[in-house]
């Protein structure tokens, strides 16, 4: 049911016939809005016409935008990927031009979005989000973290706005007509998913949200935000202590990952109705829900319980991914199961809010719901399962992708240490585990076991490859120790011992451990790293651990589907030719 005070809502909306506020542009502008173009209502025959087109999706053509602006200034070249949808210049459906205008923005936080023009980074990233095009994006760092929160809440925010306004409005001229129809909602209310790795990063979205959301009246707030004692109790960063952070952890990048609540599972729903905002609301009346995966996972469920329940990610719209690189040192299925949850039809009919209002294509069986979704993707990196994720042509209005180019970080390595790259021929993916294992057991392990070179630190990126190698040495009696993300406090200690004193001769380490500790390792001699780390900075951390020695070795192995990680490490030019060469060893000195 629809709260009485959401009527302020309606009166608040969007100025004139539009959905929202132009902050550049005319009101017949307005009438061709991106969101208008995007979701509004096909008539039967252009369903059909969009289906149908929908068959092209795979062959997808990518062109790049002319003239720099501030983002492609600073990440380089910016891939536009043109979807199914009608080009700038073709009719659409609805028999208008769509000629992607100027974002329209709900007046209730015009001022606050006006306030993007202001840093020419932001606006851009706001103008693209507007499109309602997929956006890849990974260029995030501590530095643009901020902005980048910014242009995406204020976006989800407007997104969330526009229905609102658009479902109140068409129900008031209901009640005056009953005869008029109106196809201008999903099956249920939520519209936004905004997927974020910890609490901390959860606190700083809700208030950004509540900075625009809760408008200020001559000087003082509007309404209170309900439940904000309870989400402050939950989501606050802790008191600080007199003791130095820096002390503890004087990583930086560290501290820009884990300050703040650190914690991985929660939830909220959030919902706005008048000069209200409300959290913690049940997610059938919620707009947004802000989740990490984990939080999620527990009420979606897995197959074969009873007590499962994703009916509401039925209507998302726009789904947000921040700070995906976390999302993958956590549990990774987590986050595709939860994704894959979204846009299905209900399975319960008793959740639909009302069945004679739901948009033609959302009704389609199968849905084309799915296809209408923007995705929204920020990450520190490119990485193939962030790829995968981002859906890459599916979403029919096409996708925007940030290319950044990287100049590496081997600067930053210790000076005179000997780093080979070794590059593993490999047939396809599939095999690549397998062609990677029997190489190191063939051609890099015998280097050190013959030699008895000691104090050897094998970096493995992967879990599953750090339990394939433990496995190994135990079958082999090789001298070794252990630390990986389950490893608890007291064997770390004792392996980190064995490893100073010499007592062990290779010691096994994950980098999901690294991530989430950055621990200080003494006494390391030679350094393998079985996998580059997704992460660039762990190469020059990993080999500071090593003792300055005439010496002393880094062993990294790669193939051609590293390529992402290889860039990021020795620079994109010479990773491109690394990867060309004749030669299989590159080294560095």
């Known amino acids: 049911e629809e709260d009485e005070d959401e009527d302020e809502l309606s009166e608040g909306g969007a100025a004139g016939p539009a959905d929202g506020t132009p902050l550049e542009g005319t009101e017949a502008e307005a009438e061709a809005s991106v969101f208008t173009a995007h979701y509004g209502d096909l008539e039967e025959a252009a369903v059909k016409a969009l289906k149908l087109r929908l068959g092209n999706v795979a062959g997808v053509t990518a062109h790049q935008k002319p003239g720099a602006k501030a983002l492609t200034a600073e990440h380089g070249a910016v891939q536009f990927t043109a979807g199914c949808k009608w080009s700038d210049t073709d009719q659409q459906p609805g028999g208008k031009v769509y000629s992607a205008p100027k974002a329209l923005v709900?007046?209730?936080?015009?001022?606050?979005?006006?306030?993007?023009?202001?840093?020419p980074w932001g606006n851009e990233l706001f103008d693209h989000l507007s499109t309602y095009r997929d956006v890849i994006y990974p260029c995030r760092s501590a530095s643009n973290s901020d902005a980048v929160m910014r242009a995406y809440t204020t976006h989800a925010l407007n997104h969330a706005l526009k229905v609102r306004t658009q479902v109140l409005r068409n129900s008031k001229k209901l009640k005056k007509?009953?005869?008029?129809?109106?196809?201008?909602?999903?099956?249920?209310?939520?519209?936004?998913?905004?997927?974020?790795?910890?609490?901390?990063?959860?606190?700083?979205?809700?208030?950004?949200l509540a900075d625009m959301a809760v408008p200020d009246v001559d000087g003082k707030k509007g309404k209170p935000i309900r439940n904000r004692s309870?989400?402050?109790?939950?989501?606050?960063?802790?008191?600080?202590?007199?003791?130095?952070?820096?002390?503890?952890?004087?990583?930086?990048?560290?501290?820009?990952?884990?300050?703040?609540?650190?914690?991985?599972?929660?939830?909220?729903?959030?919902?706005?109705?008048g000069t209200t905002m409300s959290l913690f609301t049940d997610f059938y009346h919620s707009d947004i829900i802000l989740t990490s995966p984990l939080g999620l996972r527990l009420i979606v469920g897995a197959e074969g319980e009873e007590r499962r329940d994703f009916d509401f990610l039925s209507s998302i719209?726009?789904?947000?991914?921040?700070?995906?690189?976390?999302?993958?040192?956590?549990?990774?299925?987590?986050?595709?199961?939860?994704?894959?949850?979204?846009?299905?039809?209900?399975?319960?009919?008793?959740?639909?809010?009302?069945?004679?209002?739901?948009?033609?294509?959302?009704?389609?069986?199968p849905?084309?719901?799915?296809?209408?979704?923007?995705?929204?993707?920020?990450?520190?990196?490119?990485?193939?399962?962030?790829?995968?994720?981002?859906?890459?042509g599916v979403n029919f209005a096409g996708a925007v992708e940030f290319k950044p180019k990287f100049d590496g970080i081997l600067e930053f390595v210790p000076a005179d240490l000997h780093q080979g790259f070794h590059r593993i021929e490999c047939a396809s993916v599939a095999s690549s585990?397998?062609?990677?294992?029997?190489?190191?057991?063939?051609?890099?392990?015998?280097?050190?076991?013959?030699?008895?070179?000691?104090?050897?630190?094998?970096?493995?990126?992967?879990?599953?490859?750090?339990?394939?190698?433990?496995?190994?040495?135990?079958?082999?009696?090789?001298s070794f120790a252990q630390i990986c993300e389950y490893t608890t406090a007291?064997?770390?200690?004792?392996?980190?011992?064995?490893?100073?004193?010499g007592e062990r001769q290779f010691l096994l380490y994950t980098g999901r451990f690294h991530y989430h500790n950055r621990p200080r390792l003494r006494g390391v001699k030679h350094v393998i790293m079985y996998g580059l780390p997704q992460f660039s900075e762990f190469y020059p951390e990993i080999l500071g651990y090593v003792t300055p020695d005439d010496e002393a070795t880094v062993t990294a192995l790669y193939t051609k589907y590293d390529a992402l990680g290889l860039q990021r490490i020795v620079g994109s030019s010479r990773a491109a030719k690394m990867l060309e060469a004749d030669a299989n060893v590159h080294v560095f000195v």
Request: proline content about 4%; overall charge negative.
């Open 177 to 208: 007509n009953e005869d008029l129809e109106f196809r201008d909602q999903g099956f249920t209310r939520p519209t936004v998913l905004i997927v974020a790795p910890y609490k901390s990063v959860a606190y700083k979205i809700v208030n950004m």
């Open 230 to 273: 309870r989400f402050d109790a939950e989501f606050a960063p802790e008191e600080e202590d007199d003791e130095d952070d820096e002390s503890k952890h004087p990583n930086d990048g560290y501290r820009a990952y884990f300050d703040g609540n650190c914690d991985d599972c929660f939830r909220v729903g959030i919902n706005f109705t």
């Open 317 to 365: 719209e726009v789904l947000i991914v921040d700070q995906a690189e976390s999302l993958l040192m956590q549990n990774w299925e987590h986050t595709i199961d939860v994704v894959g949850r979204i846009n299905n039809t209900p399975l319960n009919p008793s959740v639909v809010s009302d069945f004679t209002r739901v948009r033609q294509w959302a009704l389609e069986v």
């Open 490 to 501: 007291s064997n770390v200690s004792r392996a980190r011992s064995y490893l100073f004193h």
């Open 106 to 119: 709900h007046s209730r936080i015009v001022d606050h979005a006006t306030a993007l023009t202001d840093d």
């Open 433 to 478: 585990a397998d062609e990677r294992y029997d190489f190191f057991l063939n051609k890099v392990l015998p280097e050190f076991t013959t030699k008895e070179r000691q104090r050897v630190l094998i970096y493995v990126p992967s879990y599953f490859d750090f339990v394939r190698l433990r496995n190994h040495f135990r079958r082999d009696g090789l």
């Open 367 to 392: 849905s084309l719901a799915k296809f209408f979704r923007q995705t929204v993707l920020f990450s520190a990196f490119a990485a193939p399962e962030l790829k995968r994720l981002s859906r890459d």
